[in-house]
């Protein structure tokens, strides 16, 4: 069995909805990323209309505390800026939940797999140059 995983999803305008951002379209890239790389979907959780501009967004609550509870094992994400646009946000998420011996974060766009060494290394220099 592979690496239990949550999806988050979001979307805060009809704007990137239409351009190619839906809803619809990330879960089934997040879909697709799990099946090639052996993840076990738990849940999709998704927050629409949600500005990505804070951390306290009801979906992403809930995946923090599926990561918590241990219900998952990592977080997958089409792009990162679903999770967040803030550098000083993504550093306090990675701190608090993705840093080296704690829950996964994967990125389908940027390609990024904090199960490695080299992942960790992907998400922290784009971290410094968002």
């Known amino acids: 069995m592979g690496t239990k995983a949550v999806a988050y999803i979001r979307v805060s305008t009809d704007k990137q909805a239409d351009a190619g951002q839906s809803l619809e379209a ?9 099946g090639l790389y052996d993840l076990e979907l738990v849940e999709v959780v ?3 209309g ?6 306290s967004r009801p979906g992403l609550m809930r995946v923090l505390a599926m990561l918590k509870s241990g219900q ?3 977080v997958v994400v089409v792009k ?15 701190e608090t939940y993705f840093a080296n011996g704690k829950a996964a974060l994967l990125s389908v766009s940027e390609q990024i797999d ?3 060494a080299g992942g960790r290394l992907v ?3 784009l971290a410094s140059v968002s």
């Open 114 to 116: 904090t199960r490695s």
């Open 123 to 125: 998400l922290n220099v």
């Open 50 to 55: 949600q500005s990505a501009k804070s951390l």
């Open 46 to 48: 998704i927050d629409a």
């Open 26 to 34: 990330q879960k089934a890239k997040v879909e697709a990323y799990a």
């Open 72 to 74: 998952a094992e990592a």
């Open 80 to 94: 990162l800026d679903r999770l967040t646009r803030s550098v000083r946000d993504l550093g306090e998420l990675v």
